[in-house]
């Protein structure tokens, strides 16, 4: 099962909004509803943001959102703060038997 | 509070062996379904393994054959079995409870600290 490819990086400068991508197969991203997104700072565990897509956990700021076309889930950050500078990766069900697979990450940069 | 709490890391040799442990509190672990996660140094997330609450085990096929998931219902805990062990399963561990709505797909929160495994001679 192939890593989901998300673009290396994304910069923004404070208060604008940044998009990462996340594309998959038809088997993984297109064949399901259970897209779901992490953030994890330098040294620290992952944190959820996302899931089923487009559902925000509570505690995690509303300019987190999250959508899905197709075999490409996007992540949208409005409203960029400081604190948002971490690396954020996607992660969709693919399957019983393939079970779960992550994208390959994307650093953001706050300018 | 929910918290996982990973043990069982260090140095082992290529071929060796070693056990993961991860604690849970605050919910129970036999109840829900729970998975391993992985991160090489310097690298992005891989999804390990996962066990169902009715017993089903999944791996990755980078593992299979090698590592074996299962949990402890009377200690609450959650372990990962790793035979074999190569230089590229050197990673931090992290295990991570699986919440869903239908009876699969799910996301994983939360996550326990991490806990490092570092294959070499």
């Known amino acids: 099962q192939s890593a989901l490819t998300q673009p290396r990086s994304v910069s923004g400068s404070p208060g604008q909004s940044v998009t990462i991508s996340c594309t998959g197969t038809?088997?993984?991203?297109?064949?399901?509803?259970?897209v779901s997104w992490y953030q994890q700072h330098p040294g620290k565990a992952p944190k959820l943001m996302i899931y089923?897509?487009?559902k925000r956990p509570s505690g995690v700021p509303d300019r987190f959102s999250g959508s899905k076309s197709g075999n490409t889930a996007s992540l949208t950050i409005s409203g960029l703060q400081a604190e948002d500078e971490a690396d954020y990766y996607c992660?969709?069900?693919?399957?019983?038997?393939?079970?779960?697979?992550f994208g390959t990450g994307t650093k953001v940069t706050v300018l | 509070e929910v918290q996982l709490v990973e043990t069982g890391g260090g140095l082992i040799q290529p071929g060796g062996s070693l056990r993961l442990s991860c604690a849970a509190s605050?919910?129970?672990?036999?109840?829900?379904?729970m998975s391993w996660v992985r991160q090489a140094p310097g690298k992005g997330l891989e999804w390990v393994s996962v066990?169902?609450?009715?017993?089903?085990?999944y791996y990755a096929d980078s593992v299979k054959g090698r590592f074996t998931i299962s949990r402890d219902n009377s200690k609450n805990t959650l372990y990962l079995q790793m035979n074999s062990l190569r230089a590229e399963d050197t990673a931090v561990y992290y295990c991570?409870?699986?919440?869903?709505?239908?009876?699969?797909?799910?996301?994983?929160?939360?996550w326990g600290q991490g806990t490092l495994v570092t294959v070499s001679s």
């Open positions: 991570a409870r699986v919440l869903r709505v239908a009876a699969t797909g799910g996301w994983f929160d939360p």
């Open positions: 605050g919910f129970t672990v036999s109840s829900n379904y």
């Open positions: 066990i169902y609450s009715g017993g089903s085990t």
């Open positions: 038809s088997s993984d991203v297109g064949g399901y509803n259970y």
């Open positions: 089923d897509v487009s």
């Open positions: 992660c969709s069900y693919a399957g019983s038997y393939t079970g779960y697979v």
